[in-house]
């Protein structure tokens, strides 16, 4: 399974745009990159998924550059209500069914 | 609304004392997984069910075992909790479109504590 690197923590305002980028430098030819949200004291939840340049719906944009080594989820105008930790994940097409968490990105959005 | 549901949200046991767990969902999803996360971790995959396919994650404790008697029950059983198995349980569910598996829905989570 590929690695993922994201920063542990950012800060923004409301209002703001957030990108938070995530390595995979070994993502392979099946892969997919995908997005989860956590709130405190709940379950993830599934934000995006892509494969390759630009996914967007209701909620954030992903950007995937051609050589799909990183990606980078945008939240557009942040709320102090976007305050999560974001979790970037390499999820295979096919095969293993599981999802592996790396540590997070911990967003905590000011007023 | 679809959804998964855990029951109870907090378990309290007493060291060594066995603890039942509870997942159910009205999505229909083949898939259910388990995955304990503790304080200020990520989520980890204890194992998860491929319809009536058990599959084990390799570092997964003993001590934690699963059953899910039909589709849209799941158990985890953990047979002598230890102070270090006090953690949030989550349980969460999937489809299969073709080969493909599809994003997972995660219940609440029941996070247990133990005495």
């Known amino acids: 399974l590929a690695k993922t690197t994201q920063p542990i923590s950012m800060d923004s305002y409301e209002g703001q745009e957030v990108n938070i980028t995530c390595s995979h430098n070994n993502i392979a030819t099946n892969d997919y990159i995908t997005w989860y949200q956590q709130f405190p004291s709940q379950g993830p939840r599934f934000i995006i998924q892509?494969?390759?340049t630009k996914v967007t719906n209701e909620v954030a944009s992903l950007f995937i550059p051609a050589d799909r080594k990183s990606s980078t989820l945008s939240l557009p105008r942040v709320s102090l209500s976007d305050t999560a930790v974001y979790y970037c994940?390499?999820?295979?097409?096919?095969?293993?069914?599981?999802?592996?968490f790396g540590s997070g990105t911990r967003l905590q959005v000011q007023p | 609304d679809a959804m998964v549901i855990q029951n109870p949200r907090y378990q309290v046991t007493q060291f060594g004392k066995p603890v039942t767990l509870s997942c159910s969902q009205t999505?229909?999803?083949?898939?259910m997984y388990w995955y304990q996360q503790k304080s200020s971790q990520a989520p980890k995959l204890l194992f998860h069910?491929?319809?009536?396919?058990?599959?084990n994650e390799a570092d997964t404790p003993d001590n934690f075992q699963s059953r899910r008697p039909n589709t849209s029950f799941c158990f985890l059983d953990i047979r002598s909790p230890g102070l270090g198995d006090a953690a949030m349980y989550l349980c969460?569910?999937?489809?299969?479109?073709?080969?493909?598996?599809?994003?997972?829905?995660f219940g609440p989570g029941t996070r247990l504590t133990v005495l």
């Open positions: 969460a569910t999937s489809s299969r479109t073709g080969s493909s598996y599809n994003e997972q829905f």
């Open positions: 069910y491929y319809d009536k396919d058990f599959n």
């Open positions: 892509g494969y390759k």
């Open positions: 994940l390499v999820v295979p097409d096919t095969g293993r069914r599981a999802l592996t």
């Open positions: 999505l229909n999803h083949n898939v």
